[in-house]
């Protein structure tokens, strides 16, 4: 059984899903073995509690910098032999420690289209109020591996979302969340559980 850590920072939607899909049976091989917060007062942690799951925060006023939030957030993960990280709605950056000594076992959700809309600055509504900005017609999310470039990983699952004239940033959002985001990071996480994800490079093998 994988051991999982969920790192959140706000509502945790995405949380939710992956609660649902080991609670339903559709995750068989992973379990939430613990849930960490960059603030204090996230709702993701209210729902983590509801599961039974232990939580921990870690605000970055407990800390004298960058360098130690990583060290205590790789020592949390040794403690729970934790096996996948996912970033879902993580607001902060992991450093280059963690993210080197959990190569190809990090995966984050990213509300668009990789390589549009990405990157440093481009996070929660932002990122949809550019797409909208720029004009495109087709949005989606992405799924992807952990690496020292922000949104850079390689790519594990796309799926795409139609714009629509009266979208707004909000509207555009909650679209990408029930149309993408909420079924692809279940699925990726399952997946990865199975075994049945490997990197070639930039390349992501999916095993049927
Ligand atoms: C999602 O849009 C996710 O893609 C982005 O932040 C949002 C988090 O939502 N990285 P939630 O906390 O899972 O509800």
Redesign the pocket.
């Known amino acids: 059984m994988m051991n999982i850590a969920v790192l959140?920072s706000?509502?945790?939607?995405?949380?939710q899903k992956i609660i649902d899909a080991i609670e339903s049976g559709q995750i068989k091989n992973g379990r939430i073995s613990i849930v960490i917060s960059s603030k204090d007062g996230a709702y993701?942690l209210e729902r983590a509690k509801k599961h039974c799951i232990k939580s921990i925060v870690m605000p970055k006023e407990q800390y004298s910098g960058a360098e130690d939030i990583d060290r205590a957030l790789l020592s949390i993960l040794a403690e729970h032999d934790i096996g996948l990280v996912v970033l879902?709605?993580y607001l902060r950056i992991l450093g280059n420690k963690v993210i080197k000594e959990y190569a190809n076992r990090i995966i984050n959700?990213?509300?668009s289209l990789v390589p549009s809309f990405c990157g440093a600055g481009y996070?929660?509504i932002r990122v949809h109020r550019a797409a909208l900005d720029y004009g495109v017609k087709v949005t989606g999310?992405t799924v992807h591996f952990v690496n020292e470039v922000t949104d850079g990983g390689a790519i594990i699952m796309q799926r795409a979302v139609d714009i629509t004239p009266q979208d707004t940033p909000e509207t555009l959002?909650l679209r990408v969340?029930e149309q993408a985001?909420w079924i692809l990071l279940p699925k990726a996480v399952g997946l990865f559980c199975d075994g049945k994800l490997s990197v070639d490079g930039r390349n992501v093998i999916i095993e049927e």
């Open positions: 959140v706000g509502e945790g939607t995405n949380l993701a879902a709605g959700i990213h509300p996070y929660g999310a959002q969340m985001e």
